[in-house]
């Protein structure tokens, strides 16, 4: 089986600025960042968010809005923003990894 490579992420937990960095392509790894079952938002052409799929019902901090669809959607719990490859999900574009993380947002 061959080993899925590891992906550059911006990470915002709720009541801190965002990170950058470098996590397993995996859902377990998702799964452990978000803190359980995960949801995948797209937010634009080139990037998702992952998020955690009962985050609010769960009782999670409030993290951000995000901009979905033209509307702003409240996030709870934390938040991993990543780019995508098809049907997966990869590195952040290049001139969103330049940005600083703060400003992905």
Do not use: F
């Not at 911006?10 to 079952?37: C, F, R, Y």
């Not at 991993?80 to 490859?85: A, E, Y």
């Amino acid at each position: 089986m061959k080993k899925r490579e590891a992906i550059t992420v911006s990470i915002k937990q709720p009541g801190e600025p965002a990170t950058l960095a470098m996590i397993p392509n995996e859902l377990q790894a998702l799964q452990d960042i978000v803190q359980g079952h995960i949801d995948i938002i797209r937010i634009d052409s080139e990037r998702v968010i992952v998020i955690n799929e009962g985050g609010r019902l769960n009782g999670m901090q409030y993290n951000c809005d995000v901009a979905v669809g033209g509307y702003l959607t409240p996030i709870y719990g934390p938040i991993i923003m990543c780019g995508v490859n098809g049907e997966g999900l990869a590195s952040l574009p290049e001139e969103q990894e330049k940005k600083t993380p703060s400003t992905a947002w």
